[in-house]
């Protein structure tokens, strides 16, 4: 149990164009979502944390007009990429839990790698 | 918010040894800490995770240790295998997670 799926694994794309991710929790119903970037050899970095039916919270420095999250049901979340450019390349990670609580396990995606020419 | 530190950013163990990696928290209400398991270009596995009502949880060749008064935690992996190299990343959770910077594991046979 508790799968999560992201759409497309893997996208490459022009610059300045848009560019959507899913996350799906296949087998669960995910109150919480959570959208992290990867750069190579780093650590994961939080972007978003997203709550069904409401709006996401941006971290620090993470532009809302240019990652646009939509939670719109407790089984899917959408991160879009707008007017993507080179330095948005990143592995794209969401992950997602169960209730609010924040001792409950994160369920993790399999990842999107995104590549901006 | 929450800052957390992992030390150290690489390890090499002969297999069969130990490997322990170590993080710090800055946070004391961060009440969830989570360790992930990550090969490269894979998504992070959990291997195990321990709450702050629990000071040591164990499963099989891996343990984990909470220090709540210095807000520390350890993995220990026994036995190590040369399937255990991989990158190793810790995190702390009060509403959201934050993740250590990882530690890369390599176990040479």
């Known amino acids: 149990g508790a799968v999560v799926s992201q759409h497309p694994s893997w996208v490459i794309c022009k610059s300045g164009t848009s560019v959507k991710i899913e996350c799906r929790s296949l087998?669960?119903?995910?109150?919480?979502m959570f959208w992290y970037r990867q750069f190579p050899k780093q650590s994961l970095m939080l972007m978003a944390t997203?709550?069904?039916?409401?709006?996401?919270?941006?971290e620090q420095g993470v532009e809302k007009d240019k990652f646009l999250i939509n939670h719109a049901s407790l089984t899917l979340s959408t991160l879009t990429v707008t007017s993507a450019h080179p330095e948005d390349s990143s592995f794209y990670i969401c992950?997602?839990?169960?209730?609010?609580?924040?001792?409950?396990?994160?369920?993790f995606g399999p990842g999107t790698r995104l590549t901006v020419l | 918010g929450e800052n957390v530190e992992q030390h150290p950013s690489t390890l090499s163990v002969q297999e069969g040894d130990s490997a322990v990696i170590k993080c710090t928290y800055s946070?004391?209400?961060?009440?969830?800490f989570p360790w992930y398991k990550q090969e490269l270009g894979k998504r992070p596995q959990l291997i195990i995770d321990?709450?702050?009502?629990?000071g040591e949880k164990k499963d099989q060749r891996i343990a984990v240790t909470l220090n709540k008064t210095a807000k520390h935690f350890s993995l220990h992996i026994t036995e190590t295998q040369p399937e255990d190299s991989a990158v190793y990343f810790c995190?702390?959770?009060?509403?959201?997670?934050?993740f250590g910077a990882g530690t890369r594991l390599t176990v040479k046979p």
């Open positions: 946070d004391s209400a961060s009440n969830y």
């Open positions: 997203s709550n069904e039916g409401s709006k996401a919270t941006y």
């Open positions: 995190a702390a959770s009060i509403n959201d997670m934050r």
């Open positions: 321990i709450r702050s009502n629990v």
């Open positions: 087998d669960f119903q995910a109150t919480t």
């Open positions: 992950s997602a839990r169960v209730s609010e609580t924040s001792t409950d396990t994160q369920y």
